[in-house]
């Protein structure tokens, strides 16, 4: 089956800007994660979706959204961008429910470039 | 908030040595999970474990689950260049499912 898939794959932006990443999940799952990873930071958690619900939010700013769509695809917008946002932004899905974990499937990623 | 720090940060091993990174988190942690993530590529999921004390083993991988299910390793027997990649934990606390990932360990090989 088709695995998890994320567009734009490249982008390049520059600051003030905003951006729009999509994450399409594995057919049937209905739970996306969000995930930004830098060589300094690592992965940093930045929201969950789960049946058009967001379920947790890791410590980011308010510049960072996200939503779920009805058939579960997810996007997350980044407005007023900043040098700092410039990372590899991935999306991982799971069969994942309520009191039910399981694992992630990562998409290859987006890498966002601030100029 | 929850913590997960994973050490060593890198590690190079002469093709054949032995490779352990270990997982230690702030809180007491309701499963781990361990992913590893290619050069260039996007992280890939190895194992879960979910009990006190558990141990798994997958071909030369060796995974382990503290008694206080606050900490895991990690260990390759006999590494090969295929091994090389960064190993990432990820824990998750009881009643929260935000999935924490660990700070990563790189690993490589020395042919």
């Known amino acids: 089956k088709a695995g998890v898939t994320q567009t734009p794959r490249y982008l390049i932006k520059t600051r003030g800007q905003q951006v729009t990443l999509s994450c399409s999940p594995i057919s049937g799952h209905r739970s996306v994660s969000w995930y930004q990873q830098t060589p300094g930071q690592g992965l940093q958690f930045l929201f969950e979706?789960?049946?058009?619900?967001?379920?947790n939010k890791g410590n980011f700013p308010g510049r960072f959204s996200g939503r779920q769509f009805s058939n579960s695809r997810s996007e997350m917008n980044v407005s007023t961008l900043e040098l700092g946002d410039s990372a590899l932004y991935l999306c991982?899905?799971?069969?994942?429910?309520?009191?039910?974990?399981?694992?992630?499937?990562f998409g290859e990623g987006s890498r966002l470039t601030v100029l | 908030g929850q913590q997960v720090m994973q050490i060593p940060q890198y590690q190079h091993v002469q093709e054949g040595e032995d490779f352990t990174t270990y997982c230690n988190s702030s809180t007491t942690l309701s499963n781990i999970q361990w992913y590893k993530q290619r050069p260039g590529g996007h992280p890939v999921f190895l194992i879960q474990?979910?009990?006190?004390?558990e141990v798994k083993k997958q071909k030369r991988l060796t995974f382990q689950f503290g008694e206080a299910k606050k900490n895991s390793s990690l260990h390759i027997t006999a590494t090969q260049t295929t091994d090389v990649g960064t190993y990432f934990c990820a824990g998750r606390n009881f009643g929260n499912e935000k999935l924490t990932f660990g700070t990563g360990t790189r690993l490589t090989i020395i042919p």
């Open positions: 991982a899905s799971s069969i994942q429910g309520w009191g039910i974990t399981g694992e992630l499937f």
């Open positions: 474990l979910v009990k006190s004390g």
């Open positions: 979706y789960f049946s058009e619900t967001q379920r």
